[in-house]
């Protein structure tokens, strides 16, 4: 599995880059803030959502801990996703 960390994240996004990134959190979890330019998928809605998600570019998938996105990149690696990234320490370790 590819992981990226939470400061990699934000650095690339200082510079300008635009990255693909998923949010798998609940409603109520990312209520309370994601980060700048993420789409948000539940992980429970990835079997009717996945086609959202473009399979020729870098995907960084995020949640609260590093879990559920595991497990997202699982199920989408299973559907043929091959550029995925887990965020790992998820939006616990996201710098402010």
């Known amino acids: 599995m ?11 996004l200082d510079r300008g880059e635009k990255l693909t990134i998923i ?14 330019g993420a789409k948000h998928i539940a992980l429970g ?3 009717e959502r996945h086609a959202e998600i473009p399979k020729d ?4 998938l995020v949640c609260r801990s590093g879990g ?7 199920y989408l690696e299973s559907l043929g996703y091959s550029k995925l990234k887990n965020m790992t320490g998820g939006m616990l370790e996201w710098p402010q």
């Open 2 to 12: 590819d992981t990226i960390l939470p400061i990699e994240v934000k650095d690339r």
């Open 23 to 36: 949010d798998v959190r609940e409603d109520e979890e990312v209520a309370a803030g994601m980060i700048p």
């Open 45 to 47: 809605q990835l079997p």
């Open 57 to 60: 570019e870098e995907v960084i």
């Open 68 to 74: 559920r996105s595991s497990r997202a990149l699982g």
